[in-house]
């Protein structure tokens, strides 16, 4: 079982729509982190949270730590918002590598 | 921007030759990771370095060599290239400059394309 789980894999919305892409995972955290993809692209970091939630723009993060369940909310999507949205957790190891979830495709129509 | 490049961005070349990729960061940071990232899977870890000269292993090494003699280069060798290698490659820096310890922030170099035939 993957210790860092999405869903949904995949997600089609037209312009406009409230998206939510949700994350859970099975081992302790010292951070989540949301990222996002663009086709071809580099991995931009989008949030580092631990608690509560942040917001930035249309953006919206959130963490239940009693849960271990995250979500990423879009408001009021946009084509350019087509990516994929991954989430990934750090253990806090002394590595201090980031465990990833597989991804989340989004496709925003017009 | 952490000031991460990679080198090559696209490479294609065949089975059983060697490959080095470069990562190379101007921000002087401690950590450095390598991961892959491959259909149906999450992005994956294959080695990592903590400081010059010091290296591990990740969850997928099997094949890989790393090593870093500078700070600024954190390069990862395909020995003998196989097609299960073939992948998009990530270079990630951890945001804490100058720290004993990793900071979770991470910042991602733009990828190199890896196609082996």
């Known amino acids: 079982k993957n210790e860092v789980e999405q869903s949904p894999q995949n997600l089609t919305a037209q312009e406009g729509e409230f998206i939510t892409i949700n994350c859970s995972y099975s081992?302790?955290?010292?951070?989540l982190h949301w990222l996002q993809q663009h086709p071809g692209g580099g991995i931009v970091s989008l949030f580092m949270?631990?608690?509560g939630k942040k917001k930035h723009g249309r953006l919206i993060a959130t963490i239940n730590i009693q849960e271990k369940h995250s979500s990423l909310h879009i408001t009021a999507s946009h084509p350019r918002d087509s990516a994929v949205y991954i989430c990934?957790?750090?253990?806090?190891?002394?590595?201090?590598?980031?465990?990833f979830g597989k991804g989340t495709k989004l496709s925003v129509k017009p | 921007d952490a000031g991460i490049t990679q080198s090559p961005r696209h490479k294609v070349t065949e089975t059983g030759t060697p490959v080095t990729l470069r990562c190379h960061q101007t921000?002087?940071?401690?950590?450095m990771y390598w991961y892959r990232q491959d259909p149906g899977h999450g992005l994956r870890l294959i080695h990592y370095?903590?400081?010059?000269?010091?290296?591990d292993k990740g969850e997928v090494s099997d094949g890989y060599s790393v090593s870093r003699s500078k700070t600024e280069d954190f390069l990862l060798t395909l020995e003998s290239a196989t097609s299960s290698q073939t992948s998009v490659y990530f270079c990630?820096?951890?945001?804490?400059?100058?720290?004993?310890?990793?900071?979770?922030?991470?910042?991602f170099g733009p990828g190199t394309r890896l196609t082996v035939l």
């Open positions: 990630a820096i951890s945001a804490r400059s100058g720290s004993t310890r990793p900071y979770n922030e991470q910042f």
């Open positions: 081992v302790g955290i010292s951070a």
């Open positions: 949270l631990s608690s």
């Open positions: 990934a957790v750090g253990t806090g190891g002394s590595q201090g590598n980031l465990i």
């Open positions: 921000e002087n940071h401690r950590y």
């Open positions: 370095s903590y400081g010059v000269k010091d290296t």
